[in-house]
Nanobody, 114 residues
Framework: VQLQASGGGLVQAGGSLRLSCAAS????????MGWFRQSPGNQRELVAT???????VYSESVKGRFGISRGSGTSGVYLQMNNLKPEDTAVYYC?????????WGRGTLVTVSS
C-alpha cells in the first residue's frame, strides 16, 4: 500500500487549505486513515483520524477549524483546514491502517504566515 499526500502550500493566517491523500495498491482496505503533523524540534502529533464507519477524532488544537473526511470506499482521506494559524505550520503526514499494518505517506508541507 502506498499513500500519496498533496495539497500543502503557503497560506496567510486565517486562510484555508485542503489536503488530500490517496491510497494505492492491491486490495486496499484502510479502516482508519488520518493526518499527523510534525514541526521542527517537535514530535509527530495527531491532527485527526477518520474510520471507514465515520468515527472521527480531532486534536484539541484543531477542533472547530479542521474537518476530516473519507473518500469513496476506504482508499482516500481529506483534511479541510480553515482559519489557519502560524502554529499550524508543519509537515503533514497521511497515515492509514488495515488492522495489521500502518502505512505512511511522505508528507506535505503547510506553511502559515502571520
Amino acid at each position: 500500500v502506498q499513500l500519496q499526500a498533496s495539497g500543502g502550500g503557503l497560506v496567510q493566517a486565517g486562510g484555508s487549505l485542503r489536503l488530500s491523500c490517496a491510497a494505492s495498491g492491491s486490495n486496499v482496505r484502510l479502516y482508519v486513515m488520518g493526518w499527523f503533523r510534525q514541526s521542527p524540534g517537535n514530535q509527530r502529533e495527531l491532527v485527526a483520524t477518520a474510520s471507514a464507519g465515520g468515527t472521527t477524532v480531532y486534536s484539541e488544537s484543531v477542533k472547530g477549524r479542521f474537518g476530516i473526511s473519507r473518500g469513496s470506499g476506504t482508499s482516500g482521506v481529506y483534511l479541510q483546514m480553515n482559519n489557519l494559524k502560524p502554529e499550524d505550520t508543519a509537515v503533514y503526514y497521511c497515515r492509514g491502517t488495515d488492522g495489521a499494518s500502518d502505512y505512511w505517506g511522505r508528507g506535505t508541507l503547510v506553511t502559515v504566515s502571520s
